[in-house]
């Protein structure tokens, strides 16, 4: 059974650090692009950071600097380290992974999905 599943959300004041994990089973996740996508009420889908199988990253401009993605293929898990955490970075997370190399930027793109884990950032 093919499977994405998120965790590491939570609720953190401003400035502190989170890391999310995007754990695959039934498919190894070293052979797939993933994207991290958010989502915040009222607002659509929105591409977060990127991480190609032969490395190359993207970063929402928003986010860089601050947030870095990153794999472990022994795990077969991606992992999204964020850092000096904003309100406006408030929202539901999502992983998912396509069958190319390389990224893409629209959440139709992706063949797989994880459920999303809820990061809330607030004081």
């Known amino acids: 059974q093919v499977q994405l599943v998120e965790s590491g959300g939570g609720l953190v004041q401003p400035g502190e650090s989170l890391r999310l994990s995007c754990a695959a089973s039934?498919?190894?996740?070293?052979?797939?692009?993933v994207h991290w996508f958010r989502q915040a009420p009222g607002k659509e889908r929105e591409g977060v950071s990127c991480?190609?199988?032969?490395?190359?990253?993207y970063y929402k401009d928003s986010v860089k600097g601050r947030f870095t993605i990153s794999r472990d293929n022994a795990k077969n898990t991606v992992y999204l380290q964020m850092d000096s955490l904003k309100p406006e970075d408030t929202a539901i997370y999502y992983c998912?992974?396509?069958?190319?190399?390389?990224?893409?930027?629209?959440?139709?793109?992706?063949?797989?999905w994880g459920q999303g884990t809820q990061v809330t950032v607030s004081s």
């Open positions: 998912a992974a396509r069958t190319r190399w390389y990224c893409g930027t629209e959440p139709h793109q992706y063949d797989y």
């Open positions: 991480l190609s199988t032969t490395g190359t990253t």
């Open positions: 039934g498919f190894t996740l070293d052979y797939y692009a």
